[in-house]
């Protein structure tokens, strides 16, 4: 089992950048791919970015393409989210989440929450106009 704490959400203009980071604890971390959600108010959860195991391989939300970069640093057990170029539509909670130790990602799958197993409590991103 692999515990996770999102950090680094908070509030920016529009146009302005923060990284996020989800710090995992427990089972050893490069086991897992893992991946970024995030839930606007009155919205689902929607998939935003995901990782493999190494780092290798990287998919990302059409909306957030480009803006957004996904990586991790595996003897940190950390993983990160760079948001660029914010805007207020990217307003929601980010959370964090791993699978359950597989560690690839598939074409089919990565972007469904239930391709992951564990989960993060979130950080609130708030880019205002």
């Known amino acids: 089992q692999v515990q996770l704490v999102e950090s680094g959400g908070g509030l920016v203009q529009a146009g302005g950048s923060l990284r996020l980071s989800c710090a995992a604890s427990g089972r050893t971390f490069s086991m897992y791919a893992m991946g970024w959600f995030r839930q606007a108010p009155g919205k689902e959860r929607e998939f935003v970015a995901a990782?493999?195991?190494?780092?290798?391989?990287?998919y990302y939300a059409d909306s957030v393409k480009g803006r957004f970069t996904i990586s991790r640093d595996n003897a940190k057990s950390t993983m990160y989210l760079q948001m660029n170029s914010l805007k207020p539509e990217d307003t929601a909670i980010y959370y964090c989440?791993?699978?359950?130790?597989?560690?690839?990602?598939?074409?089919?799958?990565?972007?469904?929450?239930?391709?992951?197993?564990?989960w993060g409590q979130g950080t609130q991103v708030t880019v205002s106009s």
């Open positions: 990782i493999n195991w190494s780092g290798s391989t990287t």
């Open positions: 989440a791993a699978d359950n130790g597989h560690g690839a990602l598939y074409p089919g799958s990565y972007y469904r929450q239930g391709t992951y197993d564990y």
